[in-house]
């Protein structure tokens, strides 16, 4: 029982400190950046078509899924073209790129920056010749059905301006109403909970700022062990801020969200109305990826702990296929399996190769926007991030084999 304690306070604090508060200041400026441009970033990015690709996996490349997702809603408009969702969600580094670059840095530098690389190429290349996507399109939807018109620009779009195709893989699909993207408002009024929750946001913000502090001195003295403790001294500090900053995580994405707002997983904001409303959003998104990071550390250590499973040595053994099924898990929609295969690789159980795979076909919180709108967008956006992530994980580990613990500090 002391073994099964020690874990979850560890992990508890750890995620926190080691993640989290660097999270939250990541998210933040994110998002001051959008207060401060009230929205003139995103009208740029739908003036510049040309550059769609480019910018969209400069915007997925951002950690975290808020760049990848302000992109959604721009090809549902019409504004940007389908090479460009795709170099957007090829790059797009997720939530848990904060768990990459915090615990294996240089890990990061290298796997999101080939991710880049292969987004920008491989989006111009589907807007310049298709690779096959009409086909795709064609076969998706003798599948199952779909409201959207099959990645033609169709007349009579409504509101919707026409998008001139600048090659075959520049069509995109016409919407009538994309009502219910932007979620943003308490669902529940009472005024001594939301007194509660805001009061708990700002003790929240204490906590990441102190933590902050703590993690920053953490990698400056080489990532040492830190002991469990409670005092002023450094370890108590640690302890004591990282606990309670996940506790407060759990209580604003469980509870708080309903009556402060900022709730809606996988949104992202043209603008902030202040200053307040700015620092309550990325409080509110920072605490989700808490609850997934900690969620992904209980997960495997407790797995570790209860199979005695050498996951280091499963994956050397299957060899080429890790990259495989890093490239495949990033199939799923959402944060949270990227997580734990972050987790894994900090652990030194995951192959480079796969992370390196996963980090390209992974689309995050992204693609929940574009399912919710047009399913078969998303199904062949899904595939055509894949293929690069296949061919680039594969290779790596042919060519510099598997490369376990590659950056990862301590």
């Known amino acids: 029982m002391s073994e099964l304690l020690d874990i979850f306070l560890a992990s508890v604090r750890d995620g926190f400190v080691q993640v989290s508060a660097f999270v939250a200041v990541t998210v933040l400026l994110f998002s001051y950046v959008q207060y401060k441009t009230d929205g003139r970033l995103i009208r740029r990015l739908e003036e510049n078509r040309r550059a769609g690709p480019l910018v969209g996996a400069l915007m997925g490349l951002t950690p975290g899924c808020g760049g990848a997702i302000v992109m959604m809603p721009l090809y549902v408009r019409g504004s940007v073209s389908f090479g460009t969702v795709v170099a957007t969600l090829i790059a797009t580094a997720g939530d848990s790129a904060f768990v990459i670059l915090a615990l294996a840095p240089e890990a990061a530098l290298y796997a999101y920056g080939i991710a880049f690389v292969s987004a920008v190429v491989f989006g111009y290349a589907v807007d310049t010749f298709g690779l096959g996507v009409d086909r795709i399109d064609r076969a998706v939807a003798s599948l199952r059905p779909s409201v959207t018109d099959g990645g033609v620009p169709v007349a009579g779009a409504g509101r919707r301006e026409h998008f001139a195709a600048a090659g075959v893989g520049s069509q995109v699909h016409h919407y009538e109403d994309e009502a219910g993207c932007e979620v943003d408002a308490p669902t529940r009024n009472n005024p001594l909970m939301r007194r509660l929750s805001l009061g708990a946001l700002a003790l929240w913000w204490v906590a990441a700022a102190v933590a902050l502090v703590a993690g920053t001195l953490y990698l400056l003295r080489g990532a040492p062990d830190v002991p469990l403790a409670l005092g002023l001294d450094y370890a108590g500090v640690?302890?004591?801020?990282?606990?309670?900053?996940?506790?407060?995580?759990?209580?604003?994405?469980?509870?708080?969200?309903?009556?402060?707002?900022?709730?809606?997983?996988?949104?992202a904001r043209d603008t902030f109305a202040n200053v307040r409303e700015t620092l309550t959003h990325a409080g509110m998104e920072t605490s989700f990826v808490t609850v997934w990071v900690i969620t992904a550390y209980l997960l495997y250590e407790y797995t570790m702990l209860f199979s005695g499973l050498d996951l280091a040595a499963v994956a050397a053994a299957v060899g080429v296929l890790a990259p495989v099924a890093g490239a495949a898990l990033g199939l799923i929609p959402g944060c949270g399996p990227q997580i734990v295969l972050a987790t894994a690789y900090a652990e030194g159980a995951i192959p480079f190769s796969a992370l390196t795979a996963n980090a390209i076909s992974q689309d995050g919180d992204a693609l929940?926007?574009?399912?919710?709108?047009?399913?078969?967008?998303?199904?062949?956006?899904?595939?055509?991030?894949?293929?690069?992530?296949l061919v680039v994980g594969v290779g790596m580990h042919l060519l510099f084999g598997p490369m376990f613990g590659f950056g990862v500090l301590g």
């Open 368 to 389: 929940f926007p574009l399912i919710a709108i047009d399913k078969k967008a998303a199904v062949i956006a899904s595939i055509y991030t894949t293929v690069p992530a």
């Open 238 to 267: 640690f302890t004591v801020f990282g606990i309670t900053g996940t506790a407060l995580s759990f209580y604003l994405y469980f509870v708080g969200r309903r009556y402060v707002g900022h709730g809606h997983v996988g949104q």
